[in-house]
T-cell receptor, first 115, second 114 residues
Framework: AAGVIQSPRHLIKEKRETATLKCYPIPRHDTVYWYQQGPGQDPQFLIS???????DKGSIPDRFSAQQFSDYHSELNMSSLELGDSALYFC??????????????FGPGTRLTVL | AQSVTQLGSHVSVSEGALVLLRCNYSSSVPPYLFWYVQYPNQGLQLLLKYTTGATLVKGINGFEAEFKKSETSFHLTKPSAHMSDAAEYFCAVSEGSNTGKLIFGQGTTLQVKP
């Protein structure tokens, strides 16, 4: 079965650089979630999209922005990178916005290292 | 606001022994609860979830969890641990809005000794 695809899997950037993370949801899933997992931490919700519209927002820095495109893939753009942005970034998708009960299927994550 | 507490950041069991990972939640509305497993350098995989109905939920790999409203708990159990169960386990609650974002606990690392 198709899974959530994230690219790149690993990314190394310098401070103050920008990064773009991509997420391709499972086919026919129209809802995408982004989470950030710092070293030894639990995943923290960043932002979500449903049918290309932002549906919810968590503790996402103003330096970060995201969008969902017409083919439902999503991109997380991160600017002015800081050392503290080093983390594993997960994307998850679900079939439709029923919200609370829909299973979120997670991708393998993008490991971002900021030097 | 909803929150999740996992008691014990590390749990060690012998192969074949009972696995018990504890999760307590706080919620002002009926919660939807999930257990996810994370193997090293991999994404999160759903083990099981509780939404409504039967309070004992069975998941993959022989795991099950019981929703106890009176105790605000959703502990994860497996009768007999296998070496392949060694991983990080996260309990999560779906936030009260309609968007389904997950609030995770701090995670429990399960070690299985031969």
């Amino acid at each position: 079965a198709a899974g959530v695809i994230q690219s790149p899997r690993h990314l190394i950037k310098e401070k103050r650089e920008t990064a773009t993370l991509k997420c391709y949801p499972i086919p026919r899933h129209d809802t995408v979630y982004w989470y950030q997992q710092g070293p030894g931490q639990d995943p923290q919700f960043l932002i979500s999209f449903y049918e290309k519209m932002q549906s919810d927002k968590g503790s996402i820095p103003d330096r970060f922005s995201a969008q969902q495109f017409s083919d439902y893939h999503s991109e997380l753009n991160m600017s002015s990178l800081e050392l503290g942005d080093s983390a594993l970034y997960f994307c998850a998708s679900s079939p439709h916005q029923g919200g609370n009960t829909d299973t979120q299927y997670f991708g393998p994550g993008t490991r971002l290292t900021v030097l | 606001a909803q929150s999740v507490t996992q008691l014990g950041s590390h749990v060690s069991v012998s192969e074949g022994a009972l696995v018990l990972l504890r999760c307590n939640y706080s919620s002002s509305v009926p919660p939807y609860l999930f257990w996810y497993v994370q193997y090293p350098n991999q994404g999160l995989q759903l083990l099981l979830k509780y939404t409504t109905g039967a309070t004992l939920v069975k998941g993959i790999n022989g795991f099950e969890a019981e929703f106890k409203k009176s105790e605000t708990s959703f502990h994860l159990t497996k009768p007999s641990a296998h070496m392949s169960d060694a991983a990080e386990y996260f309990c999560a609650v779906s936030e009260g809005s309609n968007t389904g974002k997950l609030i995770f606990g701090q995670g429990t690392t399960l070690q299985v000794k031969p």
